[in-house]
Every structure is written in C-alpha cells, then in structure tokens.
C-alpha cells in the first residue's frame, strides 16, 4: 500500500509534470530528486489513477479498426480512410492522400523503390505528394513494363518521372510492354541489355507500391493495351483468379494461379514481391473486395492502404472459408 505521504509526493510530480509541463530533469532539480526517481512516480501516478489518459480521436480515424486489421493480417501497417465506395474519383483520391503522407514519412535514405506502372491509385499519390526538402538518394524502379499504347503511355512515365523528381531520386524505367505476345517475344525483350538491368534491380527493391487489380483490367490498364483477351481472362476466372499485382493473378486463398500467361508477363513476380521488406497495397471499393482479401491472404503485401468499407467486411470475414 502507498502511504499518504508518498501518495502526496505522486501527486506533487504528476501535477508538475502534467498541469505545468516541466520536464523530467527539471522536476528533479526543483525537489532534490533523481530524475529515475521522478521517472517512477510518473508511472506510480498511472498505476494509482491519479493521472488517467486518454486518447480523442478525431472524427473520421479509424485507429482501432487499422489495429485490429493489422492483428488479423499480420501486416506492418494499415491505413483505413473514409471515403464513398460509389464515387471512384474520390475514393482513388482519398486513398492516394494516404499513401503520400506514408510514402513521405517512412522513405528512409538509399532506398529501392518499386512502382507498379499502371495504376490510377498511384497516379492519385503522386499527385498528392509534396517535393522532399533535401536528396533522398533513393532509386525508383518500374516494376513493370511501361510500355503501351502511346495515348496511355504518357500515365506510366509521369508517375515514375513525377515521383523521382519529388523525391529527388533516380529513375530506372522498365523499356518493355507489360504483356506481350508469345512467350518467346517475353525471352527476347528480357535479354535487352536496359530491360535486364531494371529486372536485376527488382531483387534490390526495400519499398513496393503497387496497386490491387481484378481479373477484369482497369480502364487505364486496359487503354495501355496490356492486357489478355477476354478468353484468356476468362480461363484465369476459370482458374480461380480473383485479382492480380502487376499481372501476376492469384486466388481468393492467396494462390497464385498457375497459368502459361505469366511467362508473357514482364514485370516483378509475386515471389519477388512478397521479398520486399515493405509491399505496400494501395486499393478500396467493393468491387476489389475479394482482390484485396486475396493479396492479404497470400501475404503479397504487408501494408495495406484500403477504405472503411472494406476494412470492417476484411475483419467481419477473416476466418470466412471461400470456395
């Protein structure tokens, strides 16, 4: 039991260091304490309910859904935003404000950064980023190809260009298609000497942003012209795909679904992906739902920037089975 005179102590310290905002070191020189001392009547102010804390939350954060999201995963971090499930514009740009304000306060020095192409999610990030204040001597590298269509090639080159000028890094760009023709026209344009430099980079890449499709491809995806047909998206449906990151599909479990397509493909593998310390997965709405639950599955990503939404059905369905 603490005695009335240490009680009144407690209260002393608690009162100077929360009611007059004095420092440790301060308390301790003011009453002839060790700051160790003060250290510990600061805890014993907590533990005796003389000092109570709490934390208000502003309207619109979602911090114990973001907690519980990250237990049920097993991610590094989640960022749920409010936005409407219907309105795409404002849920890309919602999404994209989160994802610059991470990307802005956790790039650390002499990282490899990897950019998913094809992704209006991330072209919303980019346009919400703020110049960094100094060089960050950070490389950026397309982790699929960019090339496509020349009316929609212009989006896959402005985000890693805009990104590397904000950060003020270095660019690799990916000179390939992301899907091509034949598996042989894949082996040829892999062993072109700048295509082979950005994919030995891959294996180096500390930061992935990339972007959560569905098997059907997103209007920019699709206008890139990289893209399978409908009978080949069809046969992945078959498969069991439910989404893909950069073009690699995988199941509602997590699965890759294994599929000839994939050697069409050039860009990071899932496997390479899943190496990075931090895959960050930027996607929301309804209809990426299954997507999402997907890459969350299959461990693809390890930090997830999703709406509300989407975020309560992740946890209302964690241990759902799905066929």
């Not at 919602?94 to 991330?122: D, P, R």
């Not at 989404?243 to 397509?261: A, E, K, Q, Y």
Request: aromatic share 6%; net charge neutral; proline share 3%.
């Amino acid at each position: 039991m603490i005695n009335r005179q240490e009680l009144r102590l407690v209260a002393k310290v608690a009162r100077l260091y929360y009611e007059q905002d004095l420092g440790q070191a301060e308390i301790a020189q003011r009453l002839d304490l060790s700051q160790a001392t003060v250290s510990r009547l600061l805890k014993r102010a907590l533990e005796q309910r003389i000092v109570q804390i709490s934390v208000s939350l502003p309207a619109g954060f979602n911090a114990e859904l973001e907690d519980a999201l990250q237990v049920a995963y097993d991610l590094k971090e989640v960022i749920v935003v409010d936005a409407a499930d219907d309105d795409d514009e404002q849920l890309q740009r919602a999404l994209g404000t989160a994802a610059a304000f991470y990307v802005q306060n956790t790039i650390k020095a002499h990282e490899v950064i990897g950019l998913s192409s094809w992704s209006a999610t991330l072209l919303a990030m980019v346009d919400a980023m703020r110049p960094f204040p100094r060089t960050q001597d950070v490389q950026i590298v397309q982790i699929l190809g960019g090339i496509g269509n020349p009316n929609a090639r212009v989006h896959a080159n402005r985000l890693t260009e805009r990104f590397t000028q904000l950060v003020h890094g270095k660019s690799m760009f990916l000179p390939a298609p992301g899907v091509v023709g034949s598996v042989e026209m894949a082996q040829v344009i892999s062993e072109d000497t700048f295509v082979r430099e950005a994919l030995t980079l891959f294996e180096h890449v500390t930061l992935a942003l990339v972007g959560i499709g569905t098997v059907e491809p997103s209007k920019l995806l699709a206008s890139s012209g990289n893209r399978f047909s409908a009978e080949e998206l069809n046969h992945l449906r078959d498969l069991g795909a439910v989404g893909d990151i950069c073009m690699r599909f995988f199941d509602i479990h997590g699965l890759p679904v294994v599929n000839p397509l994939n050697s069409r493909v050039i860009g990071m593998t899932l496997e390479q992906l899943r190496h990075v310390k931090r895959s960050v997965g930027i996607a929301g709405g309804l209809r990426k739902y299954s997507a999402i639950r997907g890459a969350l599955l299959g461990k693809w990503v390890n930090v997830l920037i999703t709406d509300r939404t989407v975020a309560e059905k992740l946890i209302a369905e964690k241990d759902t089975p799905r066929g």
